[in-house]
């Protein structure tokens, strides 16, 4: 018996309760669904495996003593298949022990659910998009990127085990002011001249400007606008294609690579997406011209001042971009808007919401902006090539993808965080990837010696299970689920690594307790073919806790 199907028992003996009553002439305001019924795991286990507040949520308005309802549906659950004993504690609280067959159920149908184990279809019909990292193409993605791009990722996946359509979404800011200085210092470096002032600095620039001169070896007999229009296109398209590499490394995957230079192309109308979206949000009431600028009025929306979208001189500006992307972006289909940005950008939030607004969407509804905090890695060393940042390329080559993606996972984005290189690097239990996937690579190490001794899974005896590292083991399987639904609702996938972690001690103490291989000449029973099932269930709903990470299961370590 899992929790929704507790869960679900205990909806139908409420419902039958409130049927009762108005069908005795009592007027009982009930809307409550099954999925309302929250279950828990009792802290002392010796309580019982679930216990429910459901009675004292629904005595009021049955009108009845929260305790007598308590004790009417526990007697209604001790009729239930899988339920052993359903007690009454406190002022109304219902504390329910399953039978061990139906508790040691749950072992086959991880197994046989496999990678479905632990998805539902909580946000099934939500079409959402999110957006992160959009780092400028000028540079190498950093540290701060590292940690965007580990939590979108991962946010991305568990909305997908929810039920939710996403697509993740890479906005290439490929426009204004910073592309001609990122061209004109590559442009510099290839004629071999100082960096400008206010250019970028950093080996890197040089490199591109060597693989520039390949690509185009009379760069420098160019008129000087046809070299720096050249040096710029070809050092855009070559650091692009490093920043997808690099994220393709850290196991990160977008659907979807939109330009900021496609939002300012004309059309043969003569209009550009961003032309369209000021005419949009003037259709919708919210523009207004003043001392011959354009503006949208987005205190409307909480905003704390009005924005300009287009200038006198008749230049949009960079809130003109964000405009016709989000507008972009509903054309395409996308109900709901997720933006993952950095710690400085909280000034985006009240911004980005009021654009909402004004577009006629529901500021509270169709758009979240998070905000993650900053990381900091004990002991990084600044990149040779880029001179002031550390590059997620070298951190990747110094403490690996697995390690950087859990860890910076493991952490909700709103938390500060410092990394200490010498834990993620030690093959111990205090460092957590490596205890979480040892206790993966520990249940594949198992199946191979079953099958050494000619043990396998043919008969399943879930009433054999009851041991007490079992029952916790059964237990903390049952809520992956329930802990993958809500790390999507609360866009938090740290939930995901706790978990897992939990699991993966759970784990080891069944381990050192119950032998799942026959001991010396002992022959095989339904016990160890029984236990092998757990041992792969636990194996299973391992791995796909590490699949939402973005991080790997080895099966040898």
């Not at 029973?525 to 636990?538: F, I, K, P, S, V």
Request: hydrophobic share 40%; with cysteine; proline share 4%.
């Amino acid at each position: 018996m899992t929790p929704a199907d507790l869960s679900h028992a205990l909806y139908a003996l409420v419902l039958a309760i409130v049927e009762r009553r108005r069908a005795a002439g009592d007027e009982v305001a009930f809307d409550l669904t099954a999925n309302d019924v929250a279950l828990e795991r009792p802290k002392n286990r010796e309580h019982g495996d679930w216990a429910s507040n459901i009675a004292m949520r629904v005595a009021k308005p049955l009108g009845v003593n929260p305790r007598e309802l308590a004790t009417e549906l526990a007697a209604g659950l001790a009729g239930v298949d899988g339920v052993a004993s359903a007690e009454v504690a406190g002022p109304g609280f219902i504390n329910v022990r399953l039978d061990a067959a139906a508790a040691g159920a749950l072992a086959k149908t991880i197994v046989e659910a496999g990678q479905g184990y632990g998805t539902s279809e909580t946000l099934a019909g939500s079409v959402i998009n999110l957006e992160f990292v959009s780092a400028n193409p000028t540079g190498p993605l950093h540290i701060g990127h590292t940690r965007w791009a580990a939590l979108g990722d991962s946010i991305g996946r568990v909305l997908r085990a929810a039920g939710a359509e996403v697509a993740n979404e890479y906005y290439i800011n490929d426009a204004g002011n910073q592309m001609e200085t990122f061209g004109a210092s590559v442009l510099a470096a290839a004629k071999g001249e100082p960096t400008p002032e206010g250019g970028y600095p950093g080996a890197y620039i040089g490199e591109l400007a060597r693989q520039v001169l390949e690509r185009e070896p009379k760069l420098l007999e160019l008129d000087h606008a046809v070299a720096l229009h050249t040096a710029t296109e070809i050092a855009y398209e070559l650091q692009l294609a490093e920043i997808r590499a690099s994220l393709a490394r850290f196991n990160v995957h977008f659907d979807v690579w939109t330009s900021e230079r496609r939002l300012h192309r004309k059309g043969d109308d003569g209009l550009s997406d961003t032309d369209t979206a000021v005419e949009r949000l003037r259709a919708q009431g919210h523009v207004f011209e003043f001392d011959g600028a354009v503006w949208v009025r987005t205190t409307d929306f909480g905003d704390d001042k009005d924005r300009v979208i287009r200038r006198a001189n008749g230049v949009y500006t960079y809130f003109a971009a964000d405009a016709a992307y989000y507008l972009d972006k509903s054309d395409r289909g996308f109900a709901h808007k997720i933006y993952l940005l950095g710690a400085d950008h909280h000034g985006y939030v009240h911004r980005l919401k009021a654009l909402a607004g004004a577009a006629g969407d529901d500021p509270q509804r169709d758009i979240e902006v998070l905000i993650g905090q900053l990381v900091s890695i004990n002991g990084a060393k600044l990149s040779k090539r880029a001179g002031n940042i550390i590059e997620l390329d070298d951190l990747q080559a110094w403490l690996g993808t697995d390690a950087l993606r859990y860890t910076l996972g493991r952490y909700p984005a709103d938390s500060p965080l410092t990394i200490d290189p010498e834990i993620l690097q030690r093959r111990t239990n205090d460092n957590p990837v490596f205890y979480v996937q040892y206790a993966h690579a520990r249940t594949c190490a198992v199946d191979r010696n079953a099958a050494s001794v000619g043990l396998d899974r043919s008969s399943f005896a879930p009433e054999l299970l009851t041991h007490e590292t079992e029952s916790a083991l059964l237990g903390a399987l049952q809520e992956f689920p329930r802990v993958v639904a809500q790390a999507a609702e609360l866009r938090e996938p740290h939930r995901v690594a706790r978990y897992i972690e939990e699991l993966a001690g759970l784990y080891h103490r069944w381990y050192d307790n119950c032998r799942v291989l026959p001991l010396g000449e002992e022959p095989i029973g339904e016990l160890h073919r029984t236990r092998l099932w757990l041992n792969d269930a636990t194996g299973q709903v391992i791995r796909n806790g590490l699949e939402l990470l973005g991080v790997s299961a080895p099966e040898r370590m």
